[in-house]
């Protein structure tokens, strides 16, 4: 339905996008605190620090920045013809929306998989529907209940991973697919997708190894490492993985190591400490 009441209407305009953008906005900010909220129940606990620095900051940056470029985005852009194959034509290519993007949303960034995808998929004119991880249930429940005081269903909807709902939400007809999460979930996403020939956006994690150099001071390399490894609790799919350390150095990395968790998180039940969200 919500496939259908997009391709019988006529392309948005600018001033229509960016009023959805501002909306989009004003969605976030209106809730700031109850969208931490949500998300620190899912974790079990997870820093406000860290949702508003990794997430929300970011999010509302990127709707500013679209907002200024939109205008240029959405003008028609000349392209090349051979005038030798065809002397009297003109070519240009004019951006339009593809109609209903369908995006599948990871647990370690609830807020940013989800606002990041649909300022883009707003900017292009596009309705979006939205999956929610199984370990997202509180911000899904949340995203889900608010979602109609600022956007019609035809427009933005949202749902709750209940039922083993991921397989069947990939098979529906969308005329985009924006995934994030593991290879292994990707390729049966691919395989969904490929029955009805969606195009699919794939953004995967994986294998992230660290190498230090020889002349790199050891010191630094494990300031910066643990920095990473640290935040959020090291649950980013392109944080280290495993490291490579120089022959003889690695008890001085391990040390450090050792010292800068214990200055930087002297209790880890404080709220500082983001917790591992669950034992897989």
């Given at each position: 339905?919500?496939?259908?009441?997009?391709?019988?209407?006529?392309?948005?305009?600018?001033?229509?996008?960016?009023?959805?953008?501002?909306?989009?906005?004003?969605?976030?900010?209106?809730?700031?605190?109850?969208?931490?909220?949500?998300?620190?129940?899912d974790y079990g606990h997870r820093s406000r620090h860290e949702t508003m620095l990794m997430e929300l900051m970011p999010v509302i940056s990127d709707i500013q920045a679209t907002l200024k470029h939109l205008g240029e985005w959405m003008k028609p852009q000349k392209r090349?013809?051979?005038?030798?194959?065809?002397?009297?034509?003109?070519?240009?290519?004019?951006?339009?929306?593809?109609?209903?993007?369908?995006?599948?949303?990871?647990?370690?960034?609830?807020?940013?998989?989800?606002?990041?995808?649909?300022?883009?998929?707003?900017?292009?004119?596009?309705?979006?529907?939205?999956?929610?991880?199984?370990?997202?249930?509180?911000?899904?429940?949340?995203?889900?209940?608010?979602?109609?005081?600022?956007?019609?269903?035809?427009?933005?909807?949202?749902?709750?991973?209940?039922?083993?709902?991921?397989?069947?939400?990939?098979?529906?007809?969308?005329?985009?697919?924006?995934?994030?999460?593991?290879?292994?979930?990707?390729?049966?996403?691919?395989?969904?997708?490929?029955?009805?020939?969606?195009?699919?956006?794939?953004?995967?994690?994986?294998?992230?190894p660290c190498v230090v150099a020889p002349d790199f001071p050891i010191g630094l390399a494990a300031d910066r490492i643990m920095w990473a490894k640290m935040f959020n609790a090291g649950q980013i799919c392109t944080n280290v993985d495993y490291l490579f350390l120089p022959?003889?150095?690695?008890?001085?990395?391990?040390?450090?190591?050792?010292?800068?968790?214990?200055?930087?998180?002297?209790?880890?039940?404080?709220?500082?400490?983001?917790?591992?969200?669950?034992?897989?």
């Open positions: 339905q919500q496939r259908q009441a997009h391709l019988a209407h006529p392309l948005s305009t600018l001033a229509e996008r960016k009023a959805d953008l501002l909306q989009l906005r004003r969605y976030i900010l209106d809730h700031q605190e109850a969208i931490c909220d949500a998300i620190s129940a090349h013809v051979d005038h030798t194959q065809m002397p009297f034509a003109k070519a240009r290519l004019i951006p339009q929306p593809v109609g209903v993007v369908g995006i599948v949303v990871p647990w370690n960034f609830p807020l940013a998989m989800v606002f990041h995808p649909l300022t883009c998929i707003f900017a292009a004119g596009n309705n979006a529907m939205v999956k929610m991880s199984e370990n997202s249930n509180h911000c899904a429940q949340l995203l889900k209940e608010l979602a109609p005081r600022y956007f019609p269903e035809g427009k933005l909807a949202f749902f709750a991973d209940e039922g083993g709902r991921g397989p069947a939400f990939t098979q529906l007809p969308f005329d985009h697919i924006f995934f994030t999460g593991s290879p292994a979930t990707g390729k049966a996403v691919m395989a969904n997708a490929a029955r009805n020939l969606t195009p699919v956006t794939l953004e995967l994690g994986g294998k992230s022959e003889g150095k690695v008890d001085a990395f391990v040390a450090e190591a050792k010292r800068l968790c214990n200055l930087r998180y002297p209790d880890i039940n404080s709220g500082d400490y983001t917790a591992v969200i669950d034992q897989r």
